[in-house]
Nanobody, 125 residues
Framework: QVQLVESGGGLVQAGGSLRLACAAS????????MGWFRQAPGKERDFVAT????????YYADSVKGRFTISRDNAKNTVYLQMNRLKPEDTAVYYC??????????????????WGQGTQVTVSS
């Protein structure tokens, strides 16, 4: 069993930055593909970024490529999402996910073994 707790959300002006963190409890954190997803009001949950267990490979949605960076610290059981040059359309609840699938598969299926409770990110124009 893995429990995920996100933090770092908040209100920021367009062009600003935020860093989200997702702390995981449980065993074998480094064996899980980790991902960030987001859901805006009235919309489906969308893929943002995924990262392999050892952090060696990452995958991004086109809408965030070049602005967001996913990383992980396996010693701290934590995955991060650094978000720069934020836009109002980035406003959403951001969810952390842990899964045993390949990192590109998690991005495609948007289904995961474990989910966090979400953290709100609001970008004002």
């Amino acid at each position: 069993q893995v429990q995920l707790v996100e933090s770092g959300g908040g209100l920021v002006q367009a062009g600003g930055s935020l860093r989200l963190a997702c702390a995981a409890s449980g065993r074998a954190f480094s064996t899980y593909t980790m991902g960030w997803f987001r859901q805006a009001p009235g919309k489906e949950r969308d893929f943002v970024a995924t990262i392999t267990g050892n952090g060696g490979s990452t995958y991004y949605a086109d809408s965030v490529k070049g602005r967001f960076t996913i990383s992980r610290d396996n010693a701290k059981n934590t995955v991060y999402l650094q978000m720069n040059r934020l836009k109002p359309e980035d406003t959403a609840v951001y969810y952390c996910a842990a899964d045993s699938s390949f990192y590109t598969a998690l991005a495609r299926t948007k289904t995961a073994d474990y989910w966090g409770q979400g953290t709100q990110v609001t970008v004002s124009s």
